[in-house]
């Protein structure tokens, strides 16, 4: 697999479980109410944005020269 092929597949990924992690979210301000920033659904949004956004700007380094 090429690395392009791989890092777009990583970040869709990646940004789907950023999407399924604000759901999450939602539910559990609806569930739980108020919440603190070490909230389980908060850490996944938080890695799931990390990680795309490294391996965007990993995607954008190896593709600007062509």
């Known amino acids: 697999m090429r690395k392009e ?7 869709i990924i990646s940004l789907c479980a950023g ?3 604000l ?5 559990w301000h609806v569930a739980v109410g108020r919440d603190t920033f070490w ?9 799931a ?4 956004v490294c391996f965007s ?6 593709t600007r020269e062509k």
Not at 5 to 11: G, K, M, P, Q, S
Not at 23 to 27: A, E, G, I, S
Not at 39 to 47: A, N
């Open 49 to 52: 944005v990390i990680i795309a």
């Open 19 to 21: 999407i399924t992690g």
């Open 57 to 62: 700007v990993y995607g954008w380094h190896i």
């Open 23 to 27: 759901m999450w979210d939602v539910w």
């Open 5 to 11: 092929t791989f890092l777009a597949r990583a970040v």
């Open 39 to 47: 909230e389980p659904p908060h850490f996944m949004l938080y890695i």
